[in-house]
Nanobody, 126 residues
Framework: QVQLIESGGGLVQAGGSLRLSCAASGRTSRRYSMGWFRQAPGKEREFVAAITWGGKTTYSTDSVKDRFTISRVFTETTVHLQMNSLKPEDTGVYYC???????????????????WGQGTQVTVSS
């Protein structure tokens, strides 16, 4: 089992920045890729960004590609999501997730991820 805890959410004005973190505990000896998803009120959960084990390969959805950066330090069990130039449409609950079955590939499908955090709220005011 892997437990994931997100932090760093909050309220920010449009154009501002936030840095989300996701700390993993439990069976962290396994290799796993990690992803960030978000869910706005009344909408389905959507993919934001993903990173492979070791941090060599990342992938982001087009709407955040030039504004958000996902990263992880190889020796750490924490993944970060740096979010710049935030927009009101970025508002939602952000979840991190871990996929131990595909540590060296990025998946945009929520169904690929076995472990999920409880989520952290991000609110961007206009």
């Amino acid at each position: 089992q892997v437990q994931l805890i997100e932090s760093g959410g909050g309220l920010v004005q449009a154009g501002g920045s936030l840095r989300l973190s996701c700390a993993a505990s439990g069976r962290t000896s396994r290799r796993y890729s990690m992803g960030w998803f978000r869910q706005a009120p009344g909408k389905e959960r959507e993919f934001v960004a993903a990173i492979t084990w070791g941090g060599k390969t990342t992938y982001s959805t087009d709407s955040v590609k030039d504004r958000f950066t996902i990263s992880r330090v190889f020796t750490e069990t924490t993944v970060h999501l740096q979010m710049n130039s935030l927009k009101p449409e970025d508002t939602g609950v952000y979840y991190c997730a871990a996929d131990p079955s595909r540590p060296y590939s990025n998946s945009i499908s929520a169904a690929s991820y076995n472990y999920w955090g409880q989520g952290t709220q991000v609110t961007v005011s206009s």
